[in-house]
């Protein structure tokens, strides 16, 4: 076979710019996808970028990147980005309902990375016109999982996983022969408390529990490192993403954060993604698909890598695990109370208020308080999440005022 052009032309086929549109673009996730779309100039055009409080950055990202339309997701800032990009020719708008907005802009390629509920909204918006998701907010398929798979497969959307796991995964499961897997291994790192005793970890402070070992992350998400409720909360996304029981689902601890994942075949065989913990590895993967881009992460380097070690979490000392796999199991209304819960007791206990060890306590209770019940539409995930949220605030004022510290 002849093949015409150069090797650099047969490598990077000439393509219109990708038009993209960046969901919480001043956070760690969106901050690097900025990275990742300035690095590879040409490439892409930014339709629009949305963040919640931080103004000052989201201006500064808009100067450069020069979106067609850019939101805080506060109405309070709505002046201050209007002044910010005044001259600019990019329209500024500001709440809800703008966020919302920017999903449903003409882009081709969504990276839907806002903290928490308040992204379910948003991405379900991007899903509804078929768009391709880049996505890096658990509580999307944690809180309303069914129903977005749903309107995935309706719409003919494209649900790209952004977390290192899940993409690690996405990269070696075989869609067209699932009946051949045997299971899936989420990999986990122990985060900073892997070793910690059940009483060393009821002292630790917001400034440990945030200093990861491996990765570099926001805080909300590090301290569900700390606990492990990212392993929960990523088990049920991984069930919905990849359609296996939850009992085919297993996670393991690797210290080491180079195995970001495995697929485990009927004939024996493992499949694992490997690289350094860096986010943009992940993030280019979903930028780039189907094709690959550059990335600047570190390469692997098998020669000074002196070990892998694995080992079983211990579901003493991270309970979360079990009330992860338990809301699972129930279904319905229960990981929607799980996130939501975990949310409020996550943020008390960077405030102050409780212990480290209170987060799950915290979640566990609202669990045993609230019905699983059934989930019929978004609107249904979204008044579960509120009133979970409630009922978590009042756990967290009875352990704030039982408190010792």
Same mark, same amino acid.
């Given at each position: 076979?002849?093949?015409? &052009?150069?090797?650099?032309?047969?490598?990077?086929?000439?393509?219109?710019?990708?038009?993209?549109?960046?969901? &919480?673009?001043?956070?760690?996730? &969106?901050?690097?996808?900025?990275?990742?779309?300035?690095?590879?100039?040409?490439? %892409?055009?930014?339709?629009?970028?949305?963040?919640?409080?931080?103004?000052?950055?989201?201006? $500064?990202?808009?100067?450069?990147?020069?979106?067609?339309?850019?939101?805080?997701?506060?109405?309070?800032?709505?002046?201050?980005?209007?002044?910010?990009?005044?001259?600019?020719?990019?329209?500024?708008?500001?709440?809800?309902?703008?966020?919302?907005?920017?999903?449903?802009?003409?882009? $081709?390629?969504?990276?839907?990375?806002?903290?928490?509920?308040?992204?379910?909204?948003?991405?379900?918006?991007?899903?509804?016109?078929?768009?391709?998701?880049?996505? !890096?907010?658990?509580?999307?398929?944690?809180?309303?999982?069914?129903?977005?798979?749903?309107?995935?497969?309706?719409?003919?959307?494209?649900?790209?996983?952004?977390?290192? $796991?899940?993409?690690?995964?996405?990269?070696?499961?075989?869609?067209?022969r699932v009946e051949a897997i045997e299971k899936i291994i989420l990999t986990a790192s122990g985060g900073p408390f892997r070793t910690k005793t059940?009483?060393?970890?009821?002292?630790?402070?917001?400034?440990?529990?945030?200093?990861?070992?491996?990765?570099?992350?926001?805080?909300?998400?590090?301290?569900?490192?700390?606990?492990?409720?990212?392993? &929960?909360?990523?088990?049920?996304?991984? %069930?919905?993403?990849?359609?296996?029981?939850?009992?085919?689902?297993?996670?393991?601890?690797?210290?080491?954060?180079?195995?970001?994942?495995?697929?485990? %075949?009927? /004939?024996?065989?493992?499949?694992?993604?490997?690289?350094?913990?860096?986010?943009?590895?992940?993030?280019?993967?979903?930028?780039?698909?189907?094709?690959?881009? +550059?990335?600047?992460?570190?390469?692997?380097?098998?020669?000074?890598?002196?070990?892998?070690?694995? +080992?079983?979490?211990?579901?003493?000392?991270?309970?979360?695990?079990?009330?992860?796999?338990?809301?699972?199991?129930?279904?319905?209304?229960?990981?929607?109370?799980?996130?939501?819960?975990? $949310?409020?007791?996550?943020?008390?206990?960077?405030?102050?208020?409780?212990?480290?060890?209170?987060?799950?306590?915290?979640?566990?209770?609202?669990?045993?308080?609230?019905?699983?019940?059934?989930?019929?539409?978004? /609107?249904?995930?979204?008044?579960?999440?509120? +009133?979970?949220?409630?009922?978590?605030?009042?756990?967290?004022? !009875?352990?704030?005022?039982?408190?010792?510290?």
């Amino acid at each position: 076979m002849v093949m015409s &052009g150069t090797v650099t032309e047969l490598r990077t086929p000439k393509v219109d710019p990708r038009s993209v549109t960046v969901l &919480g673009c001043t956070g760690s996730v &969106g901050c690097n996808t900025i990275d990742m779309i300035e690095r590879n100039p040409g490439a %892409y055009r930014v339709e629009a970028l949305t963040a919640h409080n931080n103004v000052n950055l989201l201006i $500064e990202q808009a100067r450069r990147l020069k979106p067609r339309f850019v939101v805080s997701g506060n109405p309070d800032n709505f002046e201050a980005l209007k002044a910010g990009l005044a001259g600019t020719g990019i329209e500024a708008a500001a709440g809800r309902a703008a966020v919302i907005e920017a999903a449903q802009r003409p882009a $081709e390629w969504v990276m839907a990375s806002i903290v928490g509920a308040a992204g379910l909204e948003p991405t379900l918006a991007a899903v509804r016109r078929g768009a391709l998701i880049g996505l !890096a907010n658990k509580e999307t398929l944690v809180c309303a999982g069914s129903l977005m798979m749903k309107e995935v497969a309706k719409h003919k959307a494209t649900m790209l996983p952004v977390d290192s $796991e899940h993409s690690a995964i996405f990269q070696v499961f075989d869609f067209d022969r699932v009946e051949a897997i045997e299971k899936i291994i989420l990999t986990a790192s122990g985060g900073p408390f892997r070793t910690k005793t059940v009483a060393e970890m009821a002292e630790m402070t917001p400034a440990q529990a945030v200093a990861h070992p491996n990765w570099s992350m926001g805080a909300k998400i590090s301290v569900d490192s700390a606990s492990m409720m990212n392993k &929960g909360l990523e088990l049920i996304e991984a %069930y919905h993403l990849f359609g296996l029981p939850e009992d085919q689902i297993e996670i393991l601890v690797h210290p080491q954060s180079v195995i970001h994942s495995m697929v485990a %075949y009927r /004939d024996g065989s493992v499949l694992a993604q490997l690289g350094t913990p860096d986010m943009r590895t992940p993030i280019a993967f979903a930028l780039g698909w189907p094709n690959r881009i +550059e990335a600047p992460s570190a390469r692997l380097d098998f020669a000074k890598v002196a070990q892998f070690t694995f +080992e079983a979490p211990d579901p003493e000392r991270f309970p979360a695990l079990r009330l992860a796999r338990a809301a699972l199991k129930a279904g319905g209304r229960a990981p929607t109370i799980l996130n939501a819960a975990n $949310e409020i007791a996550v943020a008390a206990f960077l405030e102050g208020g409780i212990r480290f060890t209170d987060i799950a306590a915290v979640v566990e209770a609202v669990l045993e308080q609230m019905p699983a019940g059934s989930l019929a539409s978004i /609107d249904d995930v979204l008044e579960t999440d509120g +009133e979970a949220r409630i009922v978590a605030k009042s756990q967290v004022a !009875a352990r704030r005022k039982n408190s010792t510290h």
